[in-house]
Nanobody
Framework: QVQLVESGGGLVQAGGSLRLSCVAS????????VAWFRQPPGKEREFVAA????????SWIESVKDRFDISRDNDKNTVYAQMTSLKPEDTAVYYC???????????????WGQGTQVTVSS
């Protein structure tokens, strides 16, 4: 069966960095777009960044555009989110999701990981 497993979350001070990883199994990974979504405490899930299967297309929400990067290694079935200059408002559970269509809406993504907590202290 398809599995997505996130790792790399944790507690970090404002201004710090984290790198999230999402390892996929059970699907032709390079055919799938992968996105990161996040859900802050008490708020709705929101799109953060996405990358197409061959890495030709990448996108971010405006609030992270100059601070986060998304990349992938198809040989390792892994997508990364490199997060720098973290702010307390980045605190959330971060989910990776895989789908056949590159998009920024959660409905386009068929498979989801269990999430990893990122907490940024001020």
């Amino acid at each position: 069966q398809v599995q997505l497993v996130e790792s790399g979350g944790g507690l970090v001070q404002a201004g710090g960095s984290l790198r999230l990883s999402c390892v996929a199994s059970g699907l032709p990974f390079s055919s799938y777009a992968v996105a990161w979504f996040r859900q802050p405490p008490g708020k709705e899930r929101e799109f953060v960044a996405a990358i197409s299967g061959g890495s030709a297309y990448r996108s971010w929400i405006e609030s992270v555009k100059d601070r986060f990067d998304i990349s992938r290694d198809n040989d390792k079935n892994t997508v990364y989110a490199q997060m720098t200059s973290l702010k307390p408002e980045d605190t959330a559970v971060y989910y990776c999701a895989a789908g056949l269509q590159y998009d920024n809406v959660p409905e386009r993504y068929e498979y989801w990981g269990q999430g990893t907590q990122v907490t940024v202290s001020s």
